[in-house]
């Protein structure tokens, strides 16, 4: 079964277990007067709303590329996922709104047996309904299914902190309906504006994950031949579409034919293991050559007092020109144009016939 399919079928099964729940919940709170279980059944109901949201999205995110989206619509899933934190955040401030003035108000319920019964089994339901989703989600990278599958397992809790009070109620004739509510409201609150920002932070760009960026980086420079691995980018068009690019360090001796085996290798590879589409790039290095070496290891003496220098790559020395170039990756705080300056005066002081091209570059990878 494809990726689209398992996401639609999960989807349908938290939309018809929760239609069931709230049609249970709804009933018990309308009939006992409990506005903690009322609202449980909305939200259980926002949660059903979702799902057809998440449906929506990755039936619209599954079209084929074409010539205005070459890159595909994978990106949708973001969107679809920005709808489903709103509606979550909504179902919380109206429970929020609801439930404050049955603080201080409290109506009478009348809790049964029976009722408590269901209550309890709305508990288990959730809860394995939210393990199931979120694992889903998990396997096969749906940020939507994992972020439903976690506010599953929250109304799980949620929903035995009602029966709890339920209980209480039953026994002590103490009402906790509005405090309940506001716990409820708050925590959902919450899970909305989290599950908000993770997806905009994916729209947005966000840092590449650190251990992606290693792992990438180590096979890269398993190869033979390859120095280093710099500059690395992901650009995320989906959850199933990465393409980036990244800059490796070779001999300025290869010949075109080898560059081009080398880079081709390495494109394979790293889109067989990661699924990752990913350009080859070239920094050609002259060190092996005594001069170059030596106003290499000079400027690295330099860089060592400069804790807000991160990395320097890139080292080139055009013999002909007199003309040293190299990429410097400067902490965002640090004062960027101070540093470099600093770093080219020292460098003329000990070798003033040459001129100095520093690159500035962005601590976008680990």
Do not use: C
Not at 19 to 34: D, E, P, Q, R, W
Not at 261 to 279: P, R
């Amino acid at each position: 079964m494809d990726r689209d399919k398992k996401i639609i079928n999960t989807s349908i099964v938290g939309i018809v277990v929760n239609l069931i729940l709230v049609a249970f919940k709804a009933t018990i709170g309308i009939l006992v007067n409990s506005i903690a279980i009322t609202l449980d059944a909305i939200n259980n109901l926002t949660d059903a709303l979702s799902s057809i949201v998440t449906i929506i999205g990755t039936k619209l995110a599954g079209r084929a590329p074409d010539k205005d989206h070459p890159y595909g619509y994978g990106r949708i899933e973001y969107f679809s996922s920005v709808i489903v934190a709103v509606i979550v955040l909504w179902a919380g401030l109206t429970a929020l709104q609801e439930s404050f003035p049955k603080i201080f108000t409290p109506d009478v319920t009348g809790y049964t047996t029976v009722s408590l019964v269901i209550i309890a089994v709305a508990v288990v339901v959730k809860f394995v309904l939210g393990r199931y989703v979120k694992n889903v989600g998990e396997d096969i990278n749906s940020q939507a299914l994992i972020a439903s599958g976690s506010d599953a397992f929250f109304d799980s809790i949620l929903s035995l902190s009602t029966l709890v009070a339920a209980i209480i109620s039953l026994i002590w004739n103490i009402s906790l309906e509005g405090i309940l509510g506001v716990i409820i409201a708050i925590v959902i609150i919450k899970a909305s504006i989290e599950m908000l920002q993770e997806t905009v932070n994916s729209m947005l760009g966000s840092r590449i994950d650190h251990d992606l960026s290693v792992k990438l980086k180590d096979k890269i420079n398993s190869f033979d031949g390859v120095h280093g691995s710099y500059d690395l980018i992901i650009n995320d068009y989906g959850p199933e579409e990465s393409i980036g690019s990244v800059h490796i360090e070779v001999d300025d001796t290869l010949t075109a034919n080898q560059i081009h085996v080398l880079t081709n290798s390495i494109t394979m590879a790293i889109y067989e293991e990661f699924g990752v589409k990913l350009t080859v790039g070239i920094y050609a290095t002259n060190d092996s050559d005594e001069t170059v070496a030596k106003i290499k290891t000079h400027l690295k003496d330099i860089l060592s007092k400069y804790p807000e220098v991160l990395e320097m790559h890139g080292f080139y020395i055009y013999k002909n020109e007199n003309i040293v170039s190299f990429d410097l990756i400067v902490d965002f705080e640090a004062d960027r144009e101070q540093v470099k300056s600093e770093i080219i005066e020292q460098l003329k002081e000990k070798h003033p016939s040459y001129q100095y091209m520093i690159i500035d570059d962005y601590d976008i990878s680990d």
